[in-house]
């Protein structure tokens, strides 16, 4: 299986997201797009409530992507906390 992880702070998700991950599914011939939102973008002030922010942008994700088995949600860098950089290499390791 061909994995794709898309992460970002998805703040809030919009059909730019769901249209990058379209193409990386129909184009690149991946199998599967797994959207990973940040605890809190790494460019951005840390706020009070963030972390009720973070599980409201989760379940927004999660309600964006309830119609496309090819999209999952992954909640490991808002469990994980702090701020997210992302870095991708295509082809895997």
């Not at 599914?25 to 991946?30: D, Q, R």
């Not at 994700?61 to 119609?67: E, P, Q, R, T």
Request: proline content about 4%; aromatic content about 6%; some cysteine.
């Amino acid at each position: 299986m061909r994995l794709a992880i898309l992460g970002g702070s998805f703040n809030p998700i919009h059909l730019g997201h769901l249209f990058l991950a379209d193409v990386v599914l129909s184009t690149l011939h991946y199998d599967r797009v797994v959207l990973v939102p940040a605890f809190r973008s790494p460019f951005k002030l840390a706020a009070a409530g963030m972390e009720d922010s973070a599980r409201s942008r989760l379940e927004m994700i999660a309600a964006s992507i309830a119609g496309d088995p090819r999209l999952a949600v992954d909640d490991c860098e808002i469990r994980r906390g702090g701020g997210s950089f992302t870095a991708g290499k295509e082809g895997g390791a």
